[in-house]
């Protein structure tokens, strides 16, 4: 600790500030830069073409004016070194020099980065990228000088200067049109070059950290006097929840102030989360993510007053300041109390519960949403009254969803302290039964703070035990069903994996002429792959009748099948078909359970044959043609890398938990429903001539695609190759196994021997027939179905 001798013989005990500091702005527009220049560098690759044709359209425009680029040459060459030089000139003159060192140290990053990045380039790392930054020609793929330059005009903060800021963009500008008339630098590579040079300069901002302009605690004495306050001590005590700033400080009458400062660069501070909740969730809050330091005073000064104005016990705004551009402060009546956090359970009272809903109510009949009703957000004066703190973080004209979220967060806060009964009992009293109705639906963990979420880790069946008390005071009343999860992470990573998937596919189709595999592929060949794939939407069907032992009608099943091929679109291929036949068994009056149960006994099952047929078609492959299908290096490694995951998945215990717990859910109440199919003989032979024809037509169906463009292959090793392939097609989350069962069929068929532009086109032609081709008769039947209420 320190102290720092303020006006008047005020002392501000206060550790000593940092003289440098790593803002967290120069890392989100680092991050920025970095993702800004990914999007360019993809979007360069795939429209290659474009860029070259609007590239000789340019170089065509500036032999037509060959004075633009003769002047763009003379002056940018020039300028682009000569204004760097007369900035750094007028900031060593204003004492200013440390900013130019850290420019500098910039610049010769950027130039040694740059050029180890175009050596990297050169020596055939990345072909594709470096055609595109170099046109061909013998010219640098990333231009050193220029980087450098745009380098250091970041590490400079140019950009705080808005006339030197002009100039300096202004002969990048020029030089980048003298390089580019010149044929020393293509389009993509004067873009890429700004991008990395600012993330150079970024990347040294972040590194090096930059001068603390935060004021000391000496400034806030002197704000506060200029408020007309009469400060004679003044101490720094710990940082709120948002990482702000607190001061107590003692005023001459006896009394004390409690001084929040808000830094600006602890603004953007957080804002990735706050970005990724705001992205996530449904949400009635306008409140932008990136607040401005002014924007961010009003608002917490906004909420103290109507707090104030709607009678809730809240500490009492009595100023508020601007210290300097870099700060501003806050300043509340103290009131000595404590967090709620810190009061043991045994001190929570049914006076303390009562109190608290009572501070809760006043703020929502004045449309005021806290927003952060937690232990460190309630507080116990010494005389035991609640005390509401933390306003910034509050919303006024609050919708009504953020009401109930408040509601809904408190009840869950409390009772992880006092339990579910005594929570609820005492909202009730103060609240209402029908209110606490109303945000049951929003007792959701991703609705509650990050602590609150935190503490249900270890008691993960409160949430459902607080519903139970809210339905055992309003049984009759209607839930209305809120959804405020936008998405769900496993949908982010199925949309990566889709556009992945959806990459490879495109590579692969690059690699063969689709109207080519359709027109040469034999007739006769494809014909039976064609009916075996339509046969195993009939075969799909048997074995939903068989596994169910109320009577289906065969081709109303059969639709549904068609319509799963639908589905498959959009759900990964081992979800669509569950669900479409759930809903259909639910829709046929056959209750949810057992509509569920009959579903996972179709799929235990299957999941028997598949294994089954793979380890038979296995022998019989290994015993007949071990002289010609002798697996290969990579297909061991294959086989290696497979085993390795199914021990990682199995032996990590959260991973084999979270699979265990899907499969209970899929396969449980499964043998119960088998042994109401074993009673019946022939639904049981029904449900298993079905199950064994779905593999056998579609191995069939792969089967006559390789003989369809000459290809010579065992019946039973195309067997192995497409249960193999299934199997990773069914674990994908991408729709319909899209990618993956393309490259496991592609992969299996070449290990095989067969050739590998065969394999791609048979491969190709076979999911055009199993996948695409259904999806027409496929959304035929969905709306049919539909239309008729049996989906």
């Known amino acids: 600790m320190d102290s720092a001798r303020a006006d008047a013989d005020v002392y501000v005990v206060e550790p000593l500030l940092p003289q440098r500091l790593r803002r967290p702005s120069d890392l989100l527009r680092l991050l920025a830069t ?4 990914g999007a360019v560098i993809l979007l360069a690759l795939v429209a290659k073409q474009t860029l070259y044709g609007l590239e000789m359209d340019v170089t065509e425009g500036t032999t037509l004016v060959p004075l633009l680029s003769r002047t763009a040459t003379f002056v940018g060459g020039a300028a682009v070194l000569i204004v760097p030089v007369a900035f750094a000139v007028e900031r060593v003159f204003h004492r200013d020099g440390l900013r130019v060192a850290e420019g500098l140290i910039a610049a010769i990053i950027g130039m040694v980065g740059s050029f180890l990045i175009g050596q990297w380039l050169l020596a055939g790392h990345v072909d594709d990228l470096t055609q595109l930054l170099t046109g061909g020609r013998s010219i640098e793929p990333l231009n050193t000088l220029l980087i450098s330059v745009i380098a250091y005009t970041t590490a400079v903060r140019i950009s705080r200067r808005p006339t030197w800021r002009a100039l300096m963009w202004t002969v990048i500008a020029l030089d980048i049109l003298a390089l580019y008339s010149g044929r020393q630098i293509t389009l993509p590579g004067a873009i890429v070059a700004v991008l990395v040079g600012m993330v150079m300069g970024y990347a040294t901002l972040y590194g090096v950290g930059s001068p603390n302009t935060r004021p000391p605690g000496n400034a806030v004495v002197a704000a506060l006097r200029k408020l007309s306050f009469s400060p004679v001590s003044a101490r720094r005590i710990d940082d709120d929840h948002q990482g702000s700033r607190r001061y107590a400080v003692g005023l001459a009458d006896g009394t004390t102030l409690d001084v929040t400062v808000l830094d600006r660069d602890r603004q953007v501070a957080g804002l990735p989360y706050r970005l990724w909740r705001r992205f996530r969730l449904h949400s009635e809050t306008r409140r932008r993510a990136i607040r401005s330091l002014r924007a961010e005073l009003e608002r917490e000064a906004l909420m103290a007053y109507a707090a104030q104005a709607a009678g809730a016990s809240t500490p009492r705004l009595i100023g508020t300041s601007e210290i300097g551009t870099e700060a501003a402060l806050l300043a509340y009546e103290h ?12 001190e929570i009272t049914d006076d303390v519960l009562a109190q608290i809903w009572e501070q809760v109510s006043l703020l929502q009949i004045q449309r005021l949403a806290h927003r952060r009703l937690t232990g460190d957000g309630i507080h116990l004066d010494p005389a035991g009254r609640v005390v509401l703190t933390d306003a910034r973080s509050g919303e006024i004209a609050a919708g009504d969803l953020l009401l109930r979220l408040d509601i809904a967060q408190l009840l869950t806060y409390l009772a992880l302290r006092v339990g579910a009964e005594r929570s609820v009992g005492s909202a009730a009293a103060i609240m209402g039964s029908d209110t606490l109705a109303t945000a049951m639906p929003l007792l959701q963990r991703i609705a509650l703070t990050r602590e609150t979420r935190s503490a249900l880790a270890k008691q993960k069946s409160l949430l459902a035990a607080i519903r139970e008390q809210i339905v055992a005071l309003k049984p009759q009343g209607t839930i209305e069903e809120i959804r405020l999860e936008r998405f769900k992470p496993r949908t982010l990573v199925t949309i990566i994996v889709s556009t992945l998937a959806a990459y490879f596919l495109l590579s692969q189709l690059s690699r063969v002429d689709v109207i080519q595999v359709v027109t040469t592929a034999n007739w006769g060949w494809s014909g039976v792959a064609l009916v075996a794939s339509f046969v195993s939407f009939w075969a799909a069907a048997l074995m939903l009748r068989g596994f169910v032992p109320e009577a289906l009608p065969l081709w109303r099943t059969v639709l549904v099948q068609f319509a799963a091929s639908f589905v498959k679109l959009v759900a990964p291929a081992a979800v669509g078909g569950v669900a479409i036949n759930t809903r259909y068994l639910q829709k046929r009056g056959i209750s949810p359970g057992l509509a569920v149960t009959s579903v996972g006994a179709s799929q235990f099952i299957m999941m028997v044959f598949h294994i089954a047929l793979l380890l038979l078609f296995a022998y019989i492959t290994g015993s ?5 299908f002798t697996p ?84 039973t090793t195309v067997a192995v190759v497409y249960l193999t392939a299934n199997a990773i097609g069914s674990a994908a989350p991408t729709p319909g196994g899209l990618g993956a069962v393309e490259y496991a069929l592609t992969l299996g068929l070449t290990v095989a021997g067969v050739p590998a532009e065969l394999a791609t086109s048979a491969v190709l032609l076979h999911r055009l027939l199993t996948f695409w081709l259904p999806v027409l008769p496929g959304w035929a039947a969905f709306t049919y179905l539909q239309r008729n209420e049996a989906l």
């Open 34 to 37: 970095l993702l800004t220049l």
């Open 335 to 346: 009131i000595d109390t404590r967090p709620l956090d810190e009061v043991p359970d045994a």
């Open 624 to 628: 007949n043609t071990a002289t010609t």
């Open 632 to 715: 290969s290096r990579g297909l061991v490694v294959v086989m290696l890398a497979v085993a390795l995951l199914i021990v990682v998945l199995f032996g990590v215990p959260p991973l084999r938990r979270m699979i265990t717990s899907r499969t209970h859910r899929l396969f449980s109440n499964v043998l119960p429903r088998l042994l109401d199919v074993l009673q019946s003989p022939r639904k049981l032979i029904e449900g298993s001539i079905g199950t064994l024809m779905i593999t056998i037509a579609f191995v069939i169906c792969l089967y006559a695609c390789v003989q369809a463009f000459g290809g010579t292959i065992d019946f």
